[in-house]
């Protein structure tokens, strides 16, 4: 029974401790709150800011697993706003936005662009 009693212990320990390293790291600065986001595996899945409304402010970057950046987005006022980057395999797409509504996408892929307006 103590056997069993210190392996439910341990695990709650270690449980505890997986979930601290991956909590959101917060740190306010003035009317601006910078957050940082963290997969499982303790690498950074996101990083941006909000305004003193809570709401999504400035350039916000999100990464893969690996650490690889995967997007970049521009937000003002938790609107979605100017030239916003994703990046998947060969491929780069670009999202125009103004008014948090898409305007324009170019997307790469190798040496060729592939243009859409919507």
Not at 7 to 31: M, R, S
Not at 35 to 47: F, L, S
Request: charged share 25%; glycine share 8%.
């Amino acid at each position: 029974m103590k056997k069993i009693a210190m392996i439910l212990v341990l695990f709650c320990v270690g449980f505890t401790y997986a979930q601290d390293k991956n909590q959101p790291k917060l740190e306010k600065k003035g009317d601006v709150t910078t957050a940082t986001y963290y997969h499982d595996n303790g690498e950074v899945a996101q990083k941006g800011t909000f305004n003193a409304d809570g709401k999504l402010q400035g350039e916000w970057t999100s990464y893969d697993f690996e650490g690889n950046k995967t997007a970049s987005a521009t937000y003002n006022a938790g609107k979605k706003v100017g030239k916003w980057f994703f990046w998947e395999g060969d491929s780069l797409k670009e999202v125009d936005y103004k008014n948090n509504a898409i305007v324009s996408v170019v997307e790469w892929s190798n040496d060729r662009a592939l243009v859409s307006n919507n």
